[in-house]
């Protein structure tokens, strides 16, 4: 059976654009590509992941043909969208249990649990929200990694 790891918009995002973890991202991506780790989502992803390509486009903060390159990118990246029966059920049951306002993320841990696999996100406030309640969330600034360009760097 093929090991699956379920990532969160935040990690895709900071894979293709310079923030502070981008390194630690391109090392994991790096592995779980050599793993043969298949990467699993909510349908959700996909739009947050356009959608925030889009923006960075739109105010400037990227330059077209990065957002392009980014957007090609992302496409290829093969993230599965896992929308079973029970996955806004366990995100609601989550929020609930773990007394959040919002599911919205909880779709997020709702297909890591589903899944029984780690959650990995690179929302630093998200993970500290989570991690002391879901043992299975992994936040990227957890660990090390060396130096390397971002995604669409040249």
Same mark, same amino acid.
């Not at 793993?35 to 903060?61: C, M, N, W």
């Not at 043909?65 to 366990?90: C, M, P, R, W």
């Given at each position: 059976?093929?090991? *699956?790891i379920?990532?969160?918009?935040?990690?895709?995002?900071?894979? %293709?654009l310079? !923030?502070q973890y981008?390194?630690v991202?391109?090392?994991?991506?790096?592995?779980?590509e050599?793993?043969?780790?298949e990467?699993?989502a909510?349908? #959700?992803f996909h *739009?947050?992941?356009t959608?925030v390509l889009?923006?960075?486009v739109?105010?400037g +903060?990227? #330059?077209?043909e990065?957002? !392009?390159k *980014? %957007? %090609?990118h992302?496409?290829?990246?093969?993230?599965?969208?896992?929308?079973?029966?029970? #996955?806004?059920? @366990?995100a609601?049951e989550?929020?609930k249990r773990?007394n959040l306002?919002?599911?919205?993320?909880?779709q997020?841990?709702?297909? *890591?649990e589903?899944?029984?696999c780690?959650?990995?996100?690179a929302? +630093? +406030?998200?993970?500290?929200?989570?991690?002391a309640?879901?043992k299975?969330?992994?936040?990227?600034?957890?660990?090390?990694? @060396?130096k390397? @360009?971002?995604?669409?760097?040249?």
């Amino acid at each position: 059976m093929k090991k *699956a790891i379920c990532i969160d918009a935040s990690l895709l995002i900071a894979w %293709f654009l310079p !923030e502070q973890y981008s390194h630690v991202v391109a090392d994991l991506m790096q592995t779980w590509e050599r793993d043969g780790v298949e990467l699993i989502a909510p349908p #959700l992803f996909h *739009a947050e992941v356009t959608s925030v390509l889009r923006e960075q486009v739109y105010f400037g +903060k990227l #330059l077209p043909e990065d957002g !392009e390159k *980014a %957007f %090609f990118h992302y496409q290829q990246t093969g993230v599965k969208s896992i929308n079973g029966v029970g #996955l806004q059920q @366990k995100a609601w049951e989550l929020a609930k249990r773990l007394n959040l306002p919002r599911a919205y993320d909880m779709q997020y841990l709702a297909v *890591a649990e589903l899944a029984d696999c780690e959650l990995w996100t690179a929302d +630093k +406030k998200l993970a500290t929200s989570l991690q002391a309640k879901a043992k299975r969330v992994r936040w990227v600034g957890e660990g090390g990694g @060396k130096k390397r @360009k971002h995604r669409c760097e040249g």
